[in-house]
């Protein structure tokens, strides 16, 4: 048991377990059979697929959705085991009060506004004038990327009453338009997730740099707005929000559905072919996807859907070191999105603020180790084996030597 954890040994945690029975092989069996009792009871079927898959593999999609559905039913378990309903359910309330925000993005912003007003349209209109209307028809501020929401909760209202309300229905269509489609509004808005459209992939230039010319030779360097300022070891950026990570999650059209999650099994130059190569990418990169295979359409649909543990769950099955992943590391996954001619899905984003979210609960390092070794989503390993007595000396470079 770690050093750390001395303190709680003692502890009684729900379903008649201790605190130091997370560590040992017999205490994990333990929650393991309370796990499937548990589960038995809220959903028998689910529990006999999950058993029968532990015994015989299933095929892929069968397996993708017994992750998917056990995933609330094991966040509900881990909640009751550590005593924190109150903070999952504040969790979970905080994604799902963002649905409608979503819904309201697909809708309103990148169906209508984007259709409506043409980029000749855009460029004519006065969109801090029309910011100046919006504030006072919401008696509400509305100068910064965080008053997003303000915007949505206002115009879904009116989108209530389409006649009554239909000239500020107007305005807040143009505001939409002129911040999707003018340099100046995207400007205003780029710290936000709401007038957002996937951009186009430009290879030969994936990171915007700008070319400075008043020196002798030419200087290739980002937007001041984008420098991270490097002072020490620190981290020079805070990753993305919940709402941010969870506009990608939404953005994600989960693949596994089709058995297309190129994100995690690569991308295919020849899908129909039974043993087709990696597509290569214009830098003839092979698309290989995940190099461990993370099941990140199932990860992504339980983060959208709110179940910030059963993501967790999902995404620890095959990468149970994703404190040293996420958004600072590889995206061969993002490369390898089935998404090639617009802006991937940012995976990494996401998996990061999934092991953030859990670790910001009480007792939230103990749940994700405890998934690192116990872990029900895994249907072919979901509890240690037992030691062998070997002790093993892993070194390397880079995060294969740190595992
Ligand atoms: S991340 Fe991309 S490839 Fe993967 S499931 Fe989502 S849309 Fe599909």
């Known amino acids: 048991m770690p050093k750390n954890s001395d303190k709680n040994s003692g502890l009684n945690l729900g379903f008649n377990l201790k605190f130091n029975e997370l560590y040992e092989l017999d205490g994990l069996a333990k929650i393991d059979a309370a796990f499937l009792d548990f589960l038995s009871e809220q959903n ?30 094991l966040e509900n378990f881990l909640s009751k085991l550590f005593g924190i309903e109150n903070q999952i359910d504040g969790l979970n309330e905080c994604h799902h009060a963002l649905r409608p925000f979503f819904d309201f993005k697909r809708t309103f912003v990148q169906r209508k506004a984007f259709k409506a007003v043409t980029p000749e349209k855009a460029a004519q209109i006065d ?19 965080k008053d997003e929401l303000i915007f949505v909760e206002k115009v879904s209202a009116w989108l209530e009453e389409p006649e009554a309300q239909s000239e500020a229905i107007e305005v807040a ?110 830098f003839g990169v092979p698309l290989t996807g995940c190099p461990l295979g993370v099941r990140i359409s ?18 620890v099955i095959e990468n149970p070191m994703t404190a040293g992943t996420g958004h600072r590391i590889c995206n061969e996954c993002m490369k390898s999105c089935v998404y090639q001619k617009q802006d991937p899905v940012n995976i990494p984003e996401i998996e ?52």
């Open 173 to 282: 269509l143009n505001y939409a338009g002129w911040a999707l489609r003018t340099p100046e509004g995207r400007a205003k808005h780029q710290g936000g997730d709401l007038f957002k459209m996937p951009g186009k992939l430009d290879f030969e230039r994936l990171v915007p740099a700008e070319m400075d010319l008043t020196s002798e030779y030419a200087v290739h360097k980002l937007p001041e707005q984008r420098l991270h300022r490097r002072a020490g070891f620190k981290l020079t950026d805070s990753g993305k929000d919940l709402k941010g990570a969870l506009s990608e999650a939404h953005y994600c059209i989960y693949c596994h559905n089709q058995g297309k999650d190129s994100c995690a099994k690569g991308l295919l130059s020849n899908p129909k072919e039974e043993e087709s190569d990696f597509a290569n990418s214009p």
């Open 352 to 403: 990061t603020r999934i092991l953030k979210d859990v670790l910001a609960l009480p007792f939230g390092f103990e749940i994700y180790s405890l998934l690192t070794r116990w872990n029900p989503l895994n249907l072919a390993r979901p509890l240690p084996k037992a030691p062998t007595g070997f002790r093993v000396l892993v070194a390397g470079m880079g995060p294969s030597g740190y595992t």
């Open 298 to 315: 199932e990860m992504n649909i339980l983060k959208a859907q709110g179940s910030a543990l059963g993501a967790l769950a999902a995404l």
């Open 127 to 145: 969109g801090e004038e029309l910011s100046q209307k919006l504030q006072s028809l919401f008696g509400h501020r509305f100068q910064e990327t």
């Open 44 to 73: 028998s079927d689910l529990t006999d697929q999950l058993k029968a898959g532990r015994v015989n593999k299933p095929d892929d999609k069968v397996e993708s959705q017994i992750l998917i559905d056990a995933g609330p039913h």
